[in-house]
């Protein structure tokens, strides 16, 4: 059997693409929700924690952030801490190493805390939400019709996709 090594599983997570939209999207939420569930099968307390960001903050390209029509967003990471350990670390997987070029790529060494992608405010535990918030949000979502920030989200993904063909 092969040793447990957590460097590497969080870079192998780490390393799925990200993308914030369409049927691959792999999103900061989804790539903590991956990390979370392979890091308690090892061993470890995880909580997914919530904050609130600018995508202003990010320093994205002009042409990509003039459709930003919703500027607020919300960054999840993963706050863990090994069972019968004293000290809960932080771990932000979501930017791919095909992306080093232009954001910086966190590493972990097992230890210590990682960067978090951009500074957040209003940090909190992510709660799942019950049953019935789940409908009515899904009937919120049809009645909306679109995200505000769809065409965002796809240009910032196409953007993403050519820094990883540059890099």
Known sequence: MKAFNETQLFNRIRDIPYRTSGARAQSCFKKSMVLKRELEACGY?????????????????????????????????????????ENWTNLDPTIDAALGGYFTVEQWNGRSSTGILTPLANIRVYKPLSFLERVRSKVRQLHRQTDPNKAFYKAFDNWLEDLRRAG
């Open 45 to 85: 307390s995880c909580n997914i924690m919530i904050g609130d960001f600018y995508w202003s903050d990010l320093n994205l390209p002009q042409e990509v952030i003039k459709l930003c029509v919703k500027n607020e967003g919300r960054h999840a990471f993963l706050r863990v801490k090994k069972l019968g350990g």
